[in-house]
C-alpha cells in the first residue's frame, strides 16, 4: 500500500489506575495501542473513551486526552460524556477545548431521537465535531444507541442535523446493508440482493459516514464480496477505514487485507483510508 492509513476507531483499556479486569480491552495499554500503530499500515488512530451507563468496559476522556498529549502525532483524542450526566454540556465544552477533536463512542442505549441524544447533536453542531455513534437495535446488543432496522430515527435526526458529521459504526447499522434484515441477528450472512437502508443513507446525505471497524464492519464487507467490491467503489468518499482493534482481537478478520482484496482504484483507497476523515477533521 502507498500510504499510510488514519484508523477511527481504537481505544484504551487499561491506563494508570483504570483496569478493565473481566474484558480483552485490559490487554490493550497505551503501550500496546502504540506498538499497533508503529507495526501496522496506521500512521494516526483516534483514540475513542467510554462513558456509558450500560458498558462495562470505561475509559475517561481524561486519559485519552493525557494519551495525546504524551503522543501528539500518532493519537487523535475523543471524547464520551454520559449524555444522562449533570452538566453533560459543559464537559463536552470543556474537553473540546482541552483538544478532542470529537465526541465519540456514543453508546447510550437510549434511542437515537431521545431528547437527551438530540440535545448532545445539538451541542455537537454549535462546537464543529464529528459524532461517531455506535447504532444497535433488538435484543441481541447490549448496549448502543437504538433505532428500528428500517433506521427512521436515525435518518430523521442527519436530515436535521446537516450541520453535523455522522460517523456509523455497530450492528445496528452494518446489518442493514441488505433490505433483509433478521430480526435479532446482529451479523446477518449471505449474498445481497437488494440494498438495504445503510447504503441508502450513505448515497443519500452528506453527513453520514460508514466507520468499517470490528466484526460488524467486516461482516457488511466479507458476506458478499461482489456487492461489496461495487458498494465501495460508488461510496469510496463515504467510508473510513477503522479496526476496533479487530487485528488483535480477531486475527482471522484483518480489515486491511479485506479491503486490499477487493481491488479498487488508489483514489477509492485513498478516501477510505485517510481522506475522508481528513476532511470531516479538517486537517
Known sequence: MPFKSIDCHTHIGRYEDVSNVNSPWDNVTLEALISYIDGSNVSKAVVLPLSSWNVDVSMPTEYVLDASRRHPDKIIPFCAVEVREQCFEEKVMRYVDMGCRGFGEHTSKLPVNHKQNLELYELCGRLEIPLLLHLAFGRSETYGVMDSPELEGLEGIVKEHTDVDFILHGPGWWSCMSSVVP???????????????????????????????????????????????????????KLIYGTDLNDLFSPGEVHIKLLESLGLAEIDYDNIYRGNLEGILKT
Open 183 to 237: 430480526p435479532d441477528e446482529a451479523y446477518p450472512k449471505g449474498p445481497i440482493v437488494n440494498p438495504g437502508r445503510t447504503p441508502y443513507l450513505l448515497e443519500n446525505y452528506d453527513n453520514v459516514y460508514g466507520d468499517i471497524s470490528a466484526g460488524s464492519g467486516y461482516n457488511a464487507l466479507s458476506r458478499d464480496p461482489e456487492f461489496a467490491k461495487g458498494f465501495a467503489e460508488k461510496l469510496s468518499r
